[in-house]
């Protein structure tokens, strides 16, 4: 079954091609799509500006009246062509409710997955064991072009596990939290035949841990744990830089 998994580990050994031409049909697919998306940011921004007046005003009828508004917008924003594609693009107030799921999850001492539509609405939870989640087949199926987040007990970035369930399921986003804040990671546009199974992608994580480990041997002043955790962040960032991920962290607010 399909499984996202928490490897830890503390030991480290020692000019374009392609044709540039465009028919004026796809130029025009490409402004309307364009012309799409600018209407769905602006709706999208009308709707947080109305969410704030609210939280901010303090005549009773003023807030009635800007939470109607607000939730006008968010009606143009939900009925959009264009889906939104990462949790940069949600509303603040899920992005928000987002992050305030994520501290909870952090505190769990077992792996569990949160699975969240494009909208940033919650559609289901999924409990594992200390080191992994399994989904069944129809949950499976439910992760394509959603946001999947998860907590990973043990802490450190993404494992090799993740990377492959990211390019299995077809998730737009995949999220990893641990106690100070959320990793997340998008797939590539493309990817790459060296990336295109599991075994590739443990192999080329190898390969990087290799060139960073003298690196973190010489680091005598911090614990396995935290040398751990600092080695798996910068094993993903490499990783993502060289096969076109966008990889980054989002701490928790105090």
Not at 22 to 39: H, P
Not at 145 to 152: F, Q, S
């Amino acid at each position: 079954m399909p499984r996202c998994k928490d490897s830890h580990t503390t030991y480290f050994p020692g000019i374009s091609t392609e044709d540039d031409t465009w028919t004026q049909k796809e130029l025009e697919a490409i402004g309307q799509q364009s012309k799409e998306e600018a209407r769905q940011q602006y709706a999208g921004r009308q709707a947080e500006k109305f969410e704030r007046l609210e939280k901010y005003s303090l005549d009773p009828e003023n807030k009635e009246k800007y939470n109607r508004r607000a939730k006008e917008w968010e009606k143009q924003v939900e009925s959009g062509i264009v889906l939104t594609d990462s949790t940069d693009k949600w509303l603040s107030r899920y992005k928000k409710e987002l992050m305030a799921d994520g501290k909870v999850l952090s505190k769990r001492q077992i792996e569990t997955a949160a699975v969240y539509n494009s909208k940033g609405e919650f559609l289901f939870q999924r409990r594992g064991t200390e080191k992994e989640v399994i989904f069944s087949l129809n949950e499976f199926k439910r992760l394509k072009g959603n946001i999947v987040t998860h907590n990973h007990p043990l802490g450190g970035s993404f494992s090799s596990a993740d990377i492959w369930l990211l390019k299995k399921s077809k998730a737009a986003e995949l999220r990893v939290i641990t106690e100070k804040g959320v990793y997340f990671l998008r797939p590539p546009s493309k990817w790459e035949k060296d990336i295109n199974s599991l075994d590739k992608i443990k192999s080329k994580r190898r390969e990087i841990q290799k060139e960073i480990a003298k690196k973190y041997q010489r680091l005598y002043n911090i614990s396995d744990e935290q040398r751990y955790r600092l080695a798996s962040d910068e094993i993903m960032r490499i990783f993502a830089e060289r096969y076109g991920m966008k990889y980054g962290w989002e701490a928790f607010e105090n």
